[in-house]
């Protein structure tokens, strides 16, 4: 594949990687704690796959308007990457660092469509 074909596709590849890891750990809180609190924090990571999901759709579809909030979620990604480690998870710490890198400079570089 030509580098024009699969650069528009990685940022919202990656995004779609997120949506999976924040839908999988929300069930794993949700089952591991079985508390009202688990839950509650189960169904947030929920909404917020949501919005990566959204965001990796419009980022296919070259969007203006999905670049901006898709920067921004990444960017506050590194602090809470920064925080996972320090809690005593510091391979997952790099890994939501290292992602949310990676689909920032991805995001840099997807062509965009103005909006209507």
């Known amino acids: 594949m030509p580098a024009d074909t699969i650069r528009p596709l990685l940022a919202p590849g990656l995004m779609a990687v997120q949506t999976v890891g924040l839908i999988a750990f929300a069930l794993w809180s949700g089952i591991d704690g079985g508390s009202a609190r688990s839950w509650s924090f189960a169904a947030t990571l929920i909404v917020l796959a949501a919005c990566t999901a959204v ?3 419009l980022l296919s579809q070259r969007r203006a308007a999905a670049r901006t909030p898709t920067l921004l979620w990444n960017a506050l990604l590194v602090p809470i990457g920064f925080s996972v480690g320090d809690g005593g998870a ?3 710490g790099w890994l939501i660092i290292g992602l949310a890198a990676a689909t920032f400079v991805a995001t840099l570089l997807v062509p ?4 209507d």
């Open 55 to 57: 965001l990796a759709f």
């Open 90 to 92: 510091p391979w997952v």
């Open 112 to 115: 965009t469509e103005p909006a």
